[in-house]
């Protein structure tokens, strides 16, 4: 008896030493009887689940997870429907909730972080709205594209200055700042870590944040990895002669280029001599990239049969969504590899993303822009 004591004791000893202290993360989902809930982590690998439960009439459910090395982010979701939170400490975050508003009219306690998630949430998700509104009105000529372009550039330019000012900045230590920095609309990162300058910053200063306070968190190293390829793409140091790739100067004048399609396909610009060419540079993943691609094909359904022909240099660090994207365009699209490294910037003296070239069936350069606006008549012109 003594000895069955002492194993018993034994394993409960054990036992408390392998205990990792937890959070728990609990709440009511009404009008939800046999839904699966589903408690899920968003780990920087992708999500991975955790538990679930079957509600029942009353919708409890009770989580429990170890505690984060670092602020980390969860979510729970009945079918396609998600509420993001994060937890970093022992917390129990409560959360109440409707089925048919589990995403968006919820409430949480227990995490002042989960709540400013929330709040940047249902921001996006006006966002996106305004985004699509403004997208109908185009697709139905009651705007014209240039209108459109300009609308979405400061509806989107309003939104990330308010994030910036009131989440970033406010508190670059706090989880809603890194949830922030990677929100998307049109399934394109608001925040370019890795071109634009200004977004570089709000990557460093969340990164040098959270250095300070979880040095050795792979979350930390992960947007800390982030900020430092940011400052290294967008310093203004001009690449030198010995760094320049050998593009060919035609007699004519244009800088020859050759790159590959997403197919792997070469493709020169110098081959399409003969015919009245767009050249353009890019980079899909910002918030102009739509609207630009639809003014380009409004061009070329117009000039095509004509001879007009599109080569599209992407700059986007993406090849995936790089190549999700060009396969869907019906004209040349070719990428380089050195993003806005790349020496074709500085040869064509690009001053800023997009830039359109017109070159005439002599392979000489027409006009330069970075809008389409006035392209009209010039390819007209030419063609």
Known sequence: MKKLFSLALLAIVIGACNTHPQFVVEGTVSDAADKVLYFEASAISGIQSLDSVKLNGKGSFRFKADEPESPEFFRLRIENKVINFSADSTETISFKASYPEFATGYTVEGSGSSQRIKELTLMQMELQSQADALLKLAQSRQIGVDVYQDSLTTLVKEYKDKVKNQY?????????????????????????????????????????????????????????????????????????????????????????????????????????????????????????????????????????????????????????????????LPWTCVRDINSTNSSLLSLYNVQGIPAIYLINRNSELSARSETIEDFDEAIKKLL
């Open 168 to 328: 970033i900045y406010a508190a670059p230590y706090d989880a809603s700042a890194y949830f922030a920095l990677f929100q998307r609309l049109n399934n394109v990162q608001l925040f370019d870590a890795l071109a634009d300058k200004e977004d570089v910053r709000c990557f460093a200063a969340v990164a040098t944040s959270l250095d300070n306070r979880y040095p050795h968190a792979n979350r930390t190293k992960n947007i800390y990895n982030i900020a430092i390829k940011g400052l290294r793409n967008t310093r203004q140091a001009q690449p030198s002669a010995e760094e320049m790739p050998e593009f060919d100067v035609q007699e004519t004048g244009i800088i020859d280029i050759e790159l590959s399609d997403v197919r792997g396909k070469m493709h020169k610009l110098s081959d399409l001599k003969g015919k009245v060419v767009l050249l353009d540079f890019t980079i899909y993943q910002t918030e102009v990239s739509a609207a630009h691609n639809i003014a380009l094909n409004q061009l070329y359904e117009k000039y095509a049969s004509k001879g007009l022909e599109i080569y599209q240099v992407s700059f986007d660090v993406d090849e995936h969504y790089w190549k999700t994207i060009a396969s869907n």
